[in-house]
């Protein structure tokens, strides 16, 4: 991986000295460091939390649209087809 974009961050002192220290406890430059808390963050965020997961399936459980059935729904993407062309 390229490194492209360069950021500044600013940290209070004492909370540099903890990146610092945990950086080299890991044998890495602060940076490096940064990178990797960033990645793992934004690696968490991949998934929703379940909560958000099961309030939005139960959203979709409970609506309350009408379903046609599949030929009809054939039928009408065909008029849609031949009208456009």
Known sequence: MALAK???????????KRVERRAALKGISVG???????????AEEKEPPEAIRLAAARRLI????????WEELERR?????LSDG
Do not use: N, S, T, W
């Open 6 to 16: 360069k950021v500044m961050v600013l940290f209070d002192p004492q909370e540099y």
């Open 32 to 42: 490096r460091f940064i990178r990797e808390a960033v990645e793992k963050a934004l």
């Open 62 to 69: 409970e609506a309350q649209e009408p379903v046609i059935e």
């Open 77 to 81: 993407l065909e008029r849609g087809h």
